[in-house]
């Protein structure tokens, strides 16, 4: 084997393996480490945004809207979360792109100016638009946190579930919660330091 074609090989072989290190949190949940999982998501979830969106050709800022456009695909997991339909795998997948679709669509037809604002609200309004179709699929696969709860009930089971069997809807909830509790401790210390260097002022100046 010559050396071009052993490096196009290795290539392959590279893009293989990241291809199934993103696709990773689509298969069965339990066994499979939630930290695993999450940075699965992280790569597919900016994939699939950069192959269905049109983005700056600057590489700075495409980089830095891609990533706050995969970080706000995170609003659509809390609103499944808050309605207690924990979608996982290809159907949670199926709806992320079907939220992309009419962006991207509106986008190729010249129809959106400020990006940003549009791909928030589109992302925002997905769930509560959807939410009759989205409910039925989240009862037919077993994924309505109501029902799971109610079949609990009836059959007289206690169920525990480890971070392991968490959905991939709940797994992004909760790290988005701890997330922004770091953000508020860490507005906590700031403020603290403020008001003790305010105090120390105060302080040094009944001194004079």
């Known amino acids: 084997m010559n050396f ?48 269905a ?9 495409r980089e830095k809207l891609l990533a706050q456009c995969a970080a706000e695909m995170t609003v659509l997991a809390r609103q499944l979360r808050g309605r207690g339909w924990l979608l996982d795998g290809k159907v949670l997948a199926a709806h992320v792109q079907a939220c992309l679709a009419p962006i991207a669509k509106a986008q190729r037809a010249g129809k959106v100016g400020d990006f940003w604002p549009y791909f928030r609200a ?7 638009a959807n939410a009759e179709e989205i409910q039925q699929q989240a009862k037919r696969t077993g994924a309505d946190e109501g029902a799971q709860s109610i079949g609990a009930l ?5 169920v525990l579930r480890g ?14 919660g701890e997330v922004a509790v770091a953000k508020t401790e860490s507005l906590r210390e700031k403020q603290a330091r403020v008001r003790a260097a305010r105090k120390a002022d105060a302080t040094q100046r009944q001194l004079w």
Do not use: F, K, N
């Not at 589109?122 to 509560?128: F, I, N, Q």
């Open 122 to 128: 589109a992302v925002s309004r997905y769930v509560g």
């Open 154 to 158: 009836l059959g007289g089971l206690r």
């Open 4 to 51: 071009l074609a052993r490096g196009i090989d290795d290539q392959e072989a590279r893009h293989a393996a990241a291809a199934e290190a993103e696709e990773r949190w689509l298969r069965e949940r339990a066994g499979i480490d939630p930290a695993e999982r999450l940075a699965s998501w992280d790569a597919w979830v900016r994939r699939v945004l950069a192959e």
């Open 53 to 61: 969106l049109v983005w700056p050709a600057d590489a700075a800022r």
């Open 163 to 176: 971070d392991g069997a968490l959905s991939m809807v709940e797994l992004l909830t909760t790290r988005a």
